[in-house]
T-cell receptor, first 110, second 113 residues
């Protein structure tokens, strides 16, 4: 199993541009999550999903959108990038009470 | 709401024992978890306390006391590779919480020779 994979690893965006961060898991987990982590800080939940077709907001959803059309994929969309969205983004899925994290996407908005 | 407090930094020497504390202010939660993160990489699960008391997994142990709103992670026989950030996290209560976690800000552990 590859576990949780994320693409891209790193991206630079200009203010106002849009992009989609991809997340895929091959563990057949129903629950998936998107977090952001700012330097020296903990992880903040952006959005989560309890199954295909079902998503809900976390602590910091503003400026982001998600969709969950399949069990495997949970993409995160930034529509109008802002410098405040410069961060490391982690996707995770949950199985057996444990969250499994992807390697992260480092995003820089200039 | 939920709020978790951890020390920002801890330093210890190789072979020693170190305790990382986590105090919380929350209206209730299902359990306390600990995650390890090396150099901004993917966080990895270490331990989970659903009930009060001590959970032991090899060199790592975790403790929870709901009455004291307090938990800790204990690392024994420290090794250089244990240098990392450690996060406590809680599962907030509620019927529709989706298993989500609320994380503390993390404790950076530095292990010296």
């Amino acid at each position: 199993n590859a576990g949780v994979t994320q693409t891209p690893k790193f991206r630079i965006l200009k203010i106002g541009q849009s992009m989609t961060l991809q997340c895929t898991q091959d563990m057949n987990h129903n629950y998936m999550y998107w977090y952001r982590q700012d330097p020296g800080m903990g992880l903040k939940l952006i959005y989560y999903s309890v199954g295909a077709g079902i998503t809900d907001k976390g602590e910091v959803p503003n400026g982001y959108n998600v969709s969950r059309s399949t069990t495997e994929d949970f993409p995160l969309r930034l529509e109008l990038a802002a410098p405040s969205q410069t961060s490391v983004y982690f996707c995770a899925s949950r199985g057996g009470g444990t969250q499994y994290f992807g390697p992260g996407t480092r995003l820089l908005v200039l | 709401g939920q709020s978790l407090e951890q020390p920002s930094e801890v330093t210890a020497v190789e072979g020693a024992i170190v305790q990382i504390n986590c105090t919380y202010q929350t209206s209730g939660f299902y359990g306390l978890s600990w995650y390890q993160q090396h150099d901004g990489g993917a966080p990895t699960f270490l331990s989970y306390n659903a009930l009060d008391g001590l959970e032991e997994t090899g060199r790592f142990s975790s403790f929870l006391s709901r009455s004291d709103s307090y938990g800790y992670l204990l690392l024994q026989e420290l090794q250089m590779k244990d240098s990392a950030s450690y996060f406590c996290a809680v599962n907030p209560p509620g019927n529709n919480q989706g298993g989500k976690l609320i994380f503390g800000q993390g404790t950076e552990l530095s292990v010296k020779p």
